[in-house]
């Protein structure tokens, strides 16, 4: 990584992109090379790490207002005594569906970066290793309940996690990541994977 401490903020922002594997502990050397960058490094690493795959993303994932029509139609020609006429649609993901303020927000509020949660919002993490108590943290936070945030964590990817992906990677269920690995791959300061390590289940 040719630098020069002159280097100004797009200079730095395009060797980063530039990196042939801008993983998290490239992004972990850079923000110890540029900490008046570390802002515009992070940005810039959600983008890298988790940005949509349109082009991957299965159709299945996000149901559409065609699908939920269709779906609320079949429902409504089944026997109420029928389970099928009971089951709702999976919970949208309340992560996804936040402001980048209100984003910026509760990562400040749970005491983890942006990265972090972007894997989380992304279903990147594997949610049988999530801390019970983290969980529901969470769910207060978003005020929807523990389960349902739960339900709608546990759907496949959408994104290339930046542990586990390089850029032509196709994301898939078994790509996902443990918490622990999404504590030491997210450049989180010791002292928060600290805390969320306390949180872990017994």
Known sequence: MNTTPQASKDDVLHMFSAESNPNAD????????YPQYREALIDLSIELFTALKFDEVPA??????KSKQAWSKF???????DPASTTP???DNPLS????????????E????????SRLRDCSIQVATIPQRFLSIVAQELTVS?????????APPVVASGLRHKASGKPGAGDKITFEEALTGS????????ALREMKDE
């Open 110 to 117: 749970l005491n983890v970066n942006r990265l972090f949660l």
């Open 75 to 81: 429902q409504s020609l089944l026997s109420p005594t």
């Open 187 to 194: 450049a989180l300061s010791e002292a928060q994977q600290a």
């Open 60 to 65: 299945e994932k996000v149901p559409s207002d």
């Open 26 to 33: 490239t992004l972990a050397r850079y923000l110890r090379r």
């Open 97 to 108: 569906n936040l402001s980048d303020e209100r984003f910026r927000e509760l990562a400040s």
């Open 146 to 154: 523990v389960e349902g945030l739960t339900s709608a964590l546990e």
């Open 89 to 91: 649609l999976p919970m």
